[in-house]
């Protein structure tokens, strides 16, 4: 270590190891079953996004029919109850 408090060491180095280098408590790597469990999982969990969005863009065009029909019935509604309400209609 220098004077002023920083590493003599390389900075690859001194950042210790990445992320691919690291190993477990044990002193071992990562099995690869557990590399291609968690590919696994991203993938599914990659899939299941996707098809969320779907659905989600789906029931949105739906819900923009559904509240277009309930804005004409709703209309419809208004005025059948003004010509009823209008004086002088026959009883």
Known sequence: MTEDGRSDAPADEAAGPSFFQRTEPGGEQPS????????????VTVILTAWSVFESS?????????????????????RAAGEWRRPGRPT
Request: charged content about 10%.
């Open 58 to 78: 789906k029931w949105g065009g739906a819900m923009s029919i559904a509240f277009s029909q309930a804005s004409s019935a709703r209309i419809q509604a208004n």
């Open 32 to 43: 690869r079953t557990v590399e291609t469990c968690s590919a696994l999982l991203l993938s």
